[in-house]
């Protein structure tokens, strides 16, 4: 059984929910700033046996899959990470619907049905 996020569950789950989208995206700035070293280093790497650089960026890459874990075992959907964009699954009028969250709302104060994505979605 799936569980439902009422919006008030939603908005209450936001501290949390904030502070870990935060920090997936700054991972992801992270890695992308780093992008023009990652391959050159990485081929060495694999010839070397590794280096410092390449360590980092793997716990980068560890960090951001164990915040993306904690925000699957919440029940929450991230569905862009370059944005900061997240559902929670609800319920509207007896059907399923993602309530949508955007790393930089106050609030949750958006839905849409599963099948229209963000380009859907209505004001709560």
Not at 20 to 44: D, F, H, T, Y
Request: net charge neutral; glycine share 6%.
């Amino acid at each position: 059984m799936t569980p439902y996020y009422t919006v008030e569950e939603a908005n209450a789950a936001l501290p949390r929910v904030r502070a870990l989208v935060g920090k997936i995206l700054n991972i992801r700035e992270k890695i992308l700033a780093s992008q023009p070293e990652i391959w050159p280093l990485l081929e060495k790497s694999a010839a070397n046996g590794g280096n410092l650089r390449t360590t980092e960026l793997v716990f980068e890459f560890e960090t951001l899959r164990a915040r993306l874990r904690d925000l699957r075992e919440m029940n929450i959907f991230v569905k862009d990470i370059n944005t900061g964009l997240i559902d929670f699954l609800g319920k509207r009028d007896g059907d399923d619907v993602y309530l949508c969250w955007k790393y930089d709302e106050p609030k949750v104060a958006f839905w849409h049905a599963l099948e229209s994505g963000f380009a859907g979605r209505k004001k709560i």
